[in-house]
């Protein structure tokens, strides 16, 4: 009986839409990231927050991925950036194609910088390209400390950890050991920015916003 491996075909048909979007973004010179955490660590907070601390500096377009719902993109349309919402039905990641029909729907040409929120899961987001230039991970201190050496793969991969909620270490709610987080993840990949973050309270929002800002000037050379 002839073995079909339908793994490889899906990432097959995943990888040719991939690279169709990074060329989309290459040829436009547009920076795009993909943002990858787990339910709950604070995406859409830390999105709708550095939309605000933008205005007027860069002009962001968003990707929200979920499973079901358009709860995220309300909250982005709250900031009155342009945002397409995709419902993934029950799948745990964002696809190329999905990207490149929602990229259809955005006024690209107008903006500087696509933010795509993945469905929350530290996992499966990983192994699936966009066509992104970059990810960003997130993690948040209730999660714990121990989170880049047991899901090694996200953190490998991404050009920036944002670790959020740094607010909740005031007076000893959470145990989390930040410079353990820092350090794992440096193992896992020397070249990955780090930035402590508190999206509730802004705390590290203007160091990330700096970074965001190089980062889309360098993609507009
Ligand atoms: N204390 C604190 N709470 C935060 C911070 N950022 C986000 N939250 C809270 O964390 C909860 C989840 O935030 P979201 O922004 O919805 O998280 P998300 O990652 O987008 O969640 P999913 O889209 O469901 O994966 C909300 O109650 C936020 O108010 C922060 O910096 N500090
Ligand atoms: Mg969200």
Redo the contacts with the bound molecule.
């Keep these: 009986m002839k073995k079909i491996d339908i793994g490889k075909k899906i990432l097959g048909e995943n990888e040719k839409y991939a690279l169709e979007n990074l060329l989309f973004f290459t040829k436009k010179k547009k920076l795009c990231l993909n943002i990858i955490?787990?339910?709950?660590?604070?995406?859409?907070?830390?999105l709708a927050r550095t939309i605000n601390e933008l205005k007027g500096k860069i002009k962001i377009g968003v990707i929200e991925g979920?499973i079901q719902t358009d709860i995220?993109a309300e909250r982005i349309r709250a900031t009155e950036a342009p945002v397409v919402q995709i419902n993934t039905e029950g799948s745990c990641h964002l696809s190329a194609r999905q990207i490149s029909d929602a990229l259809k729907q955005l006024p690209v040409d107008d903006l500087d910088l696509i933010l795509i929120?993945n469905?929350?899961n530290l996992v499966c987001p990983s192994a699936f390209e966009l066509g992104e230039s970059g990810k960003i991970v997130?993690l948040?201190v209730p999660e714990g400390d121990d989170k880049p050496a047991k899901y090694p793969t996200i953190f490998a991969r991404s050009k920036v950890l944002l670790i959020?909620?740094?607010?909740?270490l005031d007076g000893g709610q959470v145990d989390f050991d930040i410079e353990r987080a820092k350090a794992d993840a440096r193992r896992l990949n020397k070249a990955i920015e780090i930035f402590p973050?508190?999206?509730?309270?802004g705390d590290g929002m203007a160091q990330w916003c700096d970074w965001l800002i190089k980062s889309v000037e360098k993609s507009a050379e």
């Excluded at 955490?37 to 830390?46: A, N």
């Excluded at 973050?197 to 309270?201: H, L, T």
């Design positions: 955490s787990s339910p709950g660590s604070g995406k859409t907070t830390i979920d995220d929120e469905v929350g997130v948040s959020n909620k740094i607010d909740l973050i508190s999206a509730r309270r």
